[in-house]
C-alpha cells in the first residue's frame, strides 16, 4: 500500500516513544549539546565564504524537514517545494517590504514589522499548501508528484507575470532585512562575542540556527506523538488509519500545509540570504523543478522520514554545492571542465549519493547513523533492524478497503 | 467514558454495548454480487461469528460496516445509530473497532506505536500542540501509553512494546493487530480471520484471549474465520455467507447440521475443516 516505492520508507528517531517508557537518554543529550555548541561557535572562526555556505544548508535543512514529513512519514510524494519556496519568499518580501515606485512598476509593501512578516508568509504559504489538499486527497505516489510539479510551473509564470509583488523576473526586489524588537540583522550597531565582532553574516548565522532548531524539535515532537501516528498510519495503510479514527483527507491536507509551512520558511530564509527576492528567468532556476529534485535528493540521502536525516542531506546536497562554487578554482575545475558549472557538477555529487543510497542502503543516511549507534552501544539493535527489513515485507499486500 | 477506565481483567459489566443489526444489505462489484440483502444482528456481549468459503463476501461485508465500502442498498445499525457511509474514520469514536485479514499495522514502527494509533479518536491535539509538546498533550500522550501497555500485556506483549512490528513473528504481528483494534475501546469488536497463518498453538492461544477479552470486555465481537474447530468452540451464534447469501444463521451445532452448510463446504471431510 506504501506509496513510497523509491526507497523503504524510514521509521525516524522522532517515531520512536523515547522517554514514553525509558528514562532521559543522557548520551543523546550531551550529544545534541556538544553539536549546538560547536554550531553557536563556528561563526566565530569560519571564513565569509564558509559561513555564508553554513547559512544556505540550514534553510537547505529547513526545507527539507518539511519535504521528509509530507514525503516520509505521510507518504505523500512532494515536487512542489521550490513552489512554496517561492511563495514564502515573496509573502515575506510583500509584507515586510515598504511600496516603492520602481520605473513603470509600482512594487507592493504593507511595511510590517519582521517578525509578523515571517509569520505571515509561513501561515500564507500553510494555506497555499492546504488549496493544494483537494488533489493530494485524490492523487498518490508519482501522480501526485507529477501534479504538484504543475504547481512549480505556476510559479514560473506568476513570478514574471506578478512583478508588482515580485519586483519581476529581470531585477526582483530586495526584501526588507529581518529584525527583531528593534534589533537589525544587518551590520548595524556594534556587538561582539569573545571579541569577535558579529555582522551581518554572523546574526543571519545565528538567526538560521534558531529557526532550524525550532523547526527540528517542533517536527521531531510532533512526529513522535499523535499527528505522526496518524501520519504513519496513512502513509502505510490508509483503510487502517481511517478504522482507527484518523480522518485521512485531513490529514493528507495537514501534512501538505506542514510540509509547504516549512518550505515558505525556509524561502523566507532564502530571500534573507541573498538579500534579493528574483523570480526565475529560465526553468531551470532557484524556485526551478531542480531545486524540487533537490530537496527530494536531501531526503532520500538523510532517510525518507527522519528528520536528523533531512538536516544531513541538507549538508550533502546544498553544501556540496556551495563548497564546490567556493573552490571551484582551486579544484581547478573552471578550467578542466569548462563548461560545467559547480552547480551542475554537484548535481552529479548527489545524483551518485542517491543513487548509492537506493543501492546500499535504502534506509539513508539515517539509518547508517542509527545502526553506528547501535554498534557503538553493543546493543542488538542493529540485527534488529535488519530483520525488520526483510522480515515480514513478504506478507500479501492489504486488499482490504481497496 | 467507561471505555477508558475498564480495563481488560477488572471483570466491569457495561450496559452500554449495543446491537449491531445488518439490514438488507447488498453490495456489488460492477457484475460481481459481493453482498445480496444480507441480515442480521450481533446481540450485545455477543461473539458473533460469520463464516463462508473463499470470496463468499466477508470481507466485504465488514469493509462495509467499517464504512469502507457503501452498499449498494441496505444499511447498518448500531443501537439506534444508523452508521454513516464512507466515512469511516467516525467508526471508532462511535465505539467499533476492527482489526484486518492481511495485517495492516506500520512494519517500521513499534508495537506500542502502532497500538497508540487505536487512541486516536480518544486523544486530542494537532501538529503545533504536540510539536510544541504542551504540557496537557504530554500527560494525555502519558496516560493512553499506559492503558496502551495495559492492552498490550493483555495480548502478551508486554516483552515487545519497543520492537518494530517488521521484527515480529507473524503469530505475534497478528495480535498487535488486535491489540490495535482494542486499543480504540470499542464496544463491538471485528477481527477479520485472527487466526489466518497460525498454527495450532497459536490459534488456540487466539481463541482463548477472544473469550478472555469478551469476558473482560463485554463487549461484543464479530469474528470472520476460517477455522471450524476455533468458530464452533467459541461462538455464540454464526452467520453463513455463500457467493454473498446468507445461507444460514443461527447457534453453532444447528449451523454446522444445516444442510445448505454442508453443501457449501462440501469436500472438507468430516474435521469440518473448510477449504483454504
Ligand atoms: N474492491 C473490490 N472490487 C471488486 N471486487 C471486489 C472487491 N472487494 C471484494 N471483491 C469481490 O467480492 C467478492 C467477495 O470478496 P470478499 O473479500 O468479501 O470475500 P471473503 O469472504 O472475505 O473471502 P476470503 O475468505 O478469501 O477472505 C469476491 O468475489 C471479491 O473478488
Ligand atoms: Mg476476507
Known amino acids: 500500500m506504501s506509496e513510497t516505492a523509491l526507497a523503504t520508507p524510514e521509521f525516524s528517531a522522532a517515531g520512536r516513544p523515547a522517554g514514553r517508557l525509558r528514562r532521559r ?19 566565530l572562526y569560519l571564513p565569509p565564504g564558509l559561513l555564508s555556505a553554513g547559512q544556505y544548508v540550514m534553510v537547505g535543512a529547513v526545507g527539507a524537514i ?56 509561513v501561515v500564507i504559504t500553510a494555506l497555499f499548501g492546504l488549496a493544494f489538499a483537494p488533489v493530494a486527497g485524490r492523487l498518490k505516489g508519482i501522480y501526485l508528484g507529477i501534479a504538484s510539479l504543475a504547481l512549480v510551473y505556476i510559479g514560473f509564470y506568476l513570478g514574471r507575470a506578478l512583478p508588482a509583488l515580485t519586483g519581476g523576473a529581470s531585477s526582483g526586489r530586495n526584501p526588507e532585512p529581518f529584525s527583531l524588537f528593534g534589533f537589525p540583522f544587518t551590520n548595524e550597531g556594534d556587538i561582539a562575542l569573545f571579541g569577535v565582532p558579529l555582522r551581518q553574516p554572523e546574526r543571519l548565522w545565528y538567526l538560521f540556527l534558531v529557526v532550524l532548531v525550532i523547526g527540528y524539535l517542533l517536527a521531531a515532537g510532533a512526529m513522535r506523538g499523535r499527528v505522526g501516528r496518524a501520519w504513519r498510519a496513512v502513509r502505510d495503510h490508509e483503510a487502517a488509519a ?17 510540509s509547504a509551512a516549512y518550505a515558505g520558511l525556509a524561502g523566507v530564509l532564502l530571500v534573507l540570504w541573498y538579500g534579493l527576492l528574483k523570480p526565475d528567468e529560465s526553468e531551470f532556476g532557484n524556485y526551478g523543478l531542480n531545486t ?15 528528520i536528523p536525516g533531512a538536516v544531513a542531506g541538507a549538508l550533502i546536497v546544498w553544501g556540496s554545492q556551495q563548497i564546490l562554487t567556493l573552490f571551484a578554482a582551486d579544484l581547478g575545475l573552471g578550467t578542466a571542465l569548462s563548461g560545467f558549472s559547480p552547480t551542475v557538477i554537484s548535481l552529479y555529487v548527489y545524483g551518485l549519493a542517491v543513487i548509492a543510497v537506493v543501492l546500499f542502503e535504502p534506509g539513508g543516511l539515517a539509518a547508517i547513523g542509527r545502526n553506528t549507534v547501535a554498534a557503538l552501544r553493543g546493543r542488538r539493535r542493529s540485527d534488529m533492524d535488519s530483520s525488520g527489513a526483510s522480515g515480514r515485507r513478504s506478507a500479501p499486500p492489504g486488499k482490504d478497503g481497496k | ?109 513499534t508495537v506500542l506505536d502502532n497500538v497508540m494509533l487505536g487512541r486516536h479518536a480518544l486523544t486530542h491535539g494537532g501538529f503545533l500542540s504536540g510539536g510544541f509538546r504542551l504540557p496537557w498533550t504530554v500527560r494525555e500522550e502519558r496516560r493512553h501509553a499506559a ?46 480471520e485472527p487466526a489466518a497463518g497460525l498454527n495450532a498453538v497459536e490459534t488456540a ?44 444463521d443461527g447457534p453453532p ?12 463446504y462440501l469436500g472438507t471431510g468430516e474435521n469440518g475443516e473448510c477449504p483454504r
Open chain 1, 25 to 43: 537518554n543522557w548520551p543523546a543529550i550531551i550529544a545534541w549539546a556538544v553539536v549546538l555548541l560547536i554550531l553557536v561557535l563556528l561563526p
Open chain 1, 66 to 121: 518539511g519535504l521528509t514529513l509530507v514525503f516520509g512519514q505521510a507518504g505523500q510524494l512532494s515536487l512542489a517545494h521550490a513552489f512554496f519556496l517561492l511563495v514564502g519568499g515573496t509573502a515575506y518580501s510583500v509584507l515586510a517590504g515598504e511600496t516603492t515606485q520602481a520605473g513603470a512598476e509600482r512594487i507592493v509593501g504593507f511595511g510590517w514589522p519582521p517578525l509578523l512578516a515571517l509569520i505571515g508568509a
Open chain 1, 242 to 258: 481511517a478504522a482507527m479514527g484518523v480522518n485521512v483527507l485531513r490529514a493528507k491536507a495537514v501534512a501538505f500545509a506542514v
Open chain 1, 292 to 306: 524540487s529534485i533537490a530537496f527530494l535528493a536531501m531526503v532520500l540521502i538523510g532517510g525518507l522520514g527522519s
Open chain 2, 1 to 109: 467514558m467507561t471505555a477508558t477506565t475498564a480495563g481488560p481483567g477488572t471483570g466491569t459489566t457495561r450496559t452500554d454495548v449495543p446491537e449491531l443489526r445488518i439490514d438488507a444489505v447488498s453490495l456489488r462489484f460492477g457484475g460481481i454480487q459481493a453482498l445480496d440483502e444480507v441480515s442480521f444482528t450481533v446481540r450485545p456481549g455477543t461473539v458473533h461469528a460469520l463464516i463462508g468459503p473463499n470470496g463468499a463476501g466477508k470481507s466485504s461485508c465488514f469493509n462495509v460496516i467499517s464504512g469502507l465500502y457503501r452498499p449498494t442498498e441496505g444499511r447498518v445499525v448500531l443501537g439506534e445509530t444508523v452508521l454513516p457511509e464512507l466515512r469511516p474514520h467516525r467508526l471508532a469514536a462511535l465505539g467499533i473497532g476492527r482489526s484486518f485479514q492481511n495485517i495492516a499495522l506500520s512494519m517500521h514502527s
Open chain 2, 147 to 192: 492503558r496502551a501497555a495495559e492492552i498490550c500485556a493483555f495480548l502478551g506483549l508486554s516483552h515487545v512494546v519497543e520492537t518494530p512490528v517488521g521484527a515480529l513473528p507473524y503469530g505475534l504481528a497478528k495480535r498487535v493487530d488486535v491489540a490495535r483494534a482494542l486499543a480504540v475501546e470499542p464496544r463491538i469488536l471485528l477481527l477479520d
Open chain 2, 205 to 248: 492461544d487466539m481463541a482463548a484471549t477472544i473469550v478472555d477479552l469478551r469476558a473482560a470486555l463485554d463487549i461484543s465481537v464479530l469474528l470472520v474465520e476460517h477455522d471450524m474447530g476455533l468458530v464452533m468452540g467459541i461462538a455464540d451464534r454464526v452467520s453463513v455467507l455463500d457467493f454473498g447469501r446468507l445461507i444460514a
Open chain 2, 253 to 264: 451445532a444447528a449451523v454446522r447440521r444445516d444442510p445448505e452448510v454442508v453443501k457449501a
